[in-house]
């Protein structure tokens, strides 16, 4: 019944526009739905030829989550740590904490004191849990020096963790591709979340010949965009985050080299940035906002390894006209997952994993795969002569 208010502030707090909120905001209550018929199907067991098989819970869990989608993540952090038998102690992004705490006080009125804990705080609050001996397993999401520092606070209690961290995500347009699709996939990647999400795009990859005409394609798409309050439902394109984002995102598309072609007008006050594409350098790394690359190619197998260049290996996109080509390149490309003529923030099915490559994380998430990584296994049974 929240919901709605949720969304809200989720808009309010992070600047993505309510039209964009209000989708993820179905995750906020579907999450719970959803671990709940895992757990009715008889996830937690695995029998074997009358040998048991049981997924047990670790104990207490913490649950970290970012600014850019806080309570569908902290939502689907939370009802698969419960599902799988664990109290949780959650942690969500010091900028955008409210969408959360209304989620807090519904738990909060359902739940036994103590199972679900909110904790607000900076980084340095996150390290301190982390490196609490009581918690038993740590799921993050968020940039990379945040997952190594989980990672290296979990080590030395080989303790669990599930990293889920940025992506330097390639979209690979074939020579055959329709200019308005490949356009609209880069737009839509380049744009949702007004580009802050780890899913983004980073480096088009687009055939030489046809450089010129994609870049204009794209840009063309960019410029029509309607920025403005994140509130108002006809806003399809918001304001960074905060001030020093929006500082490192200039900073960074000043720093990569090339020529960046900024596109469309912005409102004059607020984080606004103008979401734009570079020519002439690739990017190295993630730069977390509304910026991307424009690599170009000569050969197929020159665009699998220009998608590869990177150590990231989180998200990967293909667009052609010849499907069955476009999965073939598609299974070439080093991700944990790869898109085909789409370019939605949700996954490709709702029962596959979210897996990560590389520098992307550890540990795969999804509907399943996160209830089952809050949990150890013990086997029990009678041994029988052979």
């Known amino acids: 019944d929240r919901t709605g208010e949720i969304t809200a502030l989720e ?3 992070t600047g993505v526009p309510i039209r964009q909120t209000t989708g993820l905001g ?6 719970f739905a959803l671990a709940a018929a895992q757990i009715r199907q008889g996830l937690l067991r695995a029998d074997r030829d009358g040998v048991e098989v049981h997924h047990l819970p670790w104990g207490p869990a913490l649950c970290l989550v970012p600014w850019n989608a806080p309570a569908p993540m ?12 664990c109290p949780v102690v959650l942690k969500v992004s010091e900028y955008a904490p409210y969408g959360t705490r209304v989620l807090a006080e519904v738990l909060g009125e359902i739940l036994p004191p103590g199972v679900f804990q909110l904790v607000m705080g900076d980084a340095r609050t996150g390290a301190l849990l982390a490196a609490d001996p009581r918690i038993r397993a740590v799921s993050f999401t968020g940039g990379l020096a945040g997952g190594r520092a989980v990672a290296a606070a979990c080590a030395s209690a080989l303790r669990p963790a599930q990293l889920e961290l940025g992506g330097n995500n390639p979209l690979v347009v074939l020579p055959d591709a329709d200019t308005g699709a490949a356009a609209a996939s880069a737009a839509e990647l380049l744009t949702s979340l007004n580009g802050q999400w780890c899913r983004a795009l980073g480096r088009l990859i687009v055939p030489r010949p046809r450089l010129p005409e994609l870049v204009a394609a794209v840009g063309e798409r960019l410029a029509a965009l309607r920025a403005g309050d994140p509130l108002d439902p006809e806003t399809e394109y918001g304001p960074l985050v905060h001030s020093a984002h929006l500082r490192r995102v200039r900073d960074a598309t000043e720093n990569a080299g090339g020529q960046a072609i900024s596109y469309g007008d912005m409102p004059g006050k607020g984080n606004y940035l103008a979401p734009a594409l570079i020519t002439g350098a690739d990017l190295a790394d993630e730069i977390f906002g509304p910026v991307a690359a ?26 052609g006209a010849d499907e069955e080509r476009a999965l073939d390149v598609a299974r070439r490309v080093r991700a944990g997952e790869v898109k085909v003529n789409g370019s939605s923030v949700l996954s490709l099915h709702l029962f596959t994993p979210r897996p990560a490559w590389g520098l992307s994380g550890l540990v795969d998430e999804g509907t399943a795969e996160t209830i089952r990584f809050f949990t150890g296994t013990r086997v029990v049974g009678v041994e029988r002569a052979p």
């Open 294 to 319: 424009v690599v170009p190619y000569d050969t197929e197998e020159e665009a699998v390894a220009l998608a590869n260049a990177t150590p990231y290996g989180l998200e990967g996109y293909v667009v």
């Open 26 to 31: 179905l995750i906020v209550h579907g999450a």
């Open 11 to 13: 808009s309010f707090a």
């Open 74 to 85: 902290a939502a689907h952090k939370a009802a698969s740590a419960l599902a799988a038998g």
